[in-house]
């Protein structure tokens, strides 16, 4: 069995990485370990390099804290260009998988307040009345009512990041 160390505590994260992960490897054949983590960038990362940047940070502090797992995955939500995405990375001991998930563009309202400094998921919470909706639906849910939501997004980028782990044309 598999040892995952999700660098998130955040439940839409953490349920995406455990289905793509139940995916390409077969059901029950992974333990999710979440942790708590540094990003080391800010709470609303801006521009695709800061929010890469803040999930490798991720992966590299999960990993310092354990050591001893197989796999150490993180997903970070960013800004760039009027629209929120995500990066995630995943890292075992020899190689690292990384993938960008798709964007969502944000609405002017929206926008502006996390432009002022406002993150993203408390700006949203504020207009729906969702509380912790980024541990939720998200932005992604309310906007596409309900076809996507953060999990079905993450779920999709983690497939693709976990590529290199289980095809043998990337080694």
Known sequence: MHHVVSATTNPAKIQAILQAFNEIFG?????????????????QPFGSPETRAGARNRVENARALRPQA?????????????????????????????SRS??????????????????LGP????????DEIGRKEGAIGVFTAGMLTRTSVYHQAVILALSPFHNAVYR
């Open 27 to 43: 059901e029950g054949s992974c333990h999710i370990e979440s942790v708590s983590v540094e990003s080391g960038v800010p709470e």
């Open 123 to 130: 700006v949203m919470s504020h207009y729906t009345g969702i």
């Open 70 to 98: 197989d796999f150490w995955v993180a997903i970070e939500a960013g800004i760039d260009e009027g629209s929120t995405f995500s990066w995630v990375v995943i890292e075992n001991r020899e190689q690292r998988g990384e």
């Open 102 to 119: 798709a964007t969502l563009p944000l609405p002017a309202v929206i926008l502006e307040k996390v432009q002022a400094g406002d993150a």
